[in-house]
């Protein structure tokens, strides 16, 4: 089982950047594929990008592309989500999951462990 903690969110102007973090409790940290989601009053929970345990294999959201990058430090149990120019669309409530399925999945459905998550809010 791991524990997941969320921090960096905030309120930031359109244009600016956060850098999100979450740090994982546990020994086995490198054996988790990891994932960002976020959710937003009136809208679905979505994923926003993913990345494989060895770090080898990241995916994006299209909405993501070119101004997100996920990335982890095994030896630091943590994951981060930097987010360039972002827009009042990204504001939601941010969430890392832990997944330890065998393959690589981008779906909220196998990701069995969740933090709290952290607010973010973009002004226009």
């Known amino acids: 089982q791991v524990q997941l903690v969320e921090s960096g969110g905030g309120l930031v102007q359109a244009g600016g950047s956060l850098r999100l973090s979450c740090a994982a409790s546990g020994r086995t940290f490198s054996s988790y594929h990891m994932g960002w989601f976020r959710h937003a009053p009136g809208k679905e929970r979505e994923i926003v990008a993913a990345?494989?345990?060895?770090?080898?294999?990241?995916w994006y959201a299209d909405s993501a592309k070119g101004r997100f990058t996920i990335s982890r430090d095994n030896a630091n149990n943590t994951v981060y989500l930097q987010m360039n120019n972002l827009q009042p669309d990204d504001t939601a409530a941010y969430y890392c999951?832990?997944?330890?399925?065998?393959?690589?999945?981008?779906?909220?459905?196998?990701?069995?462990?969740w933090g709290q998550g952290t607010q973010v809010t973009v002004s226009s």
């Open positions: 990345i494989r345990s060895d770090g080898g294999n990241t």
């Open positions: 999951a832990a997944s330890n399925t065998r393959l690589f999945y981008t779906v909220p459905r196998m990701y069995a462990y």
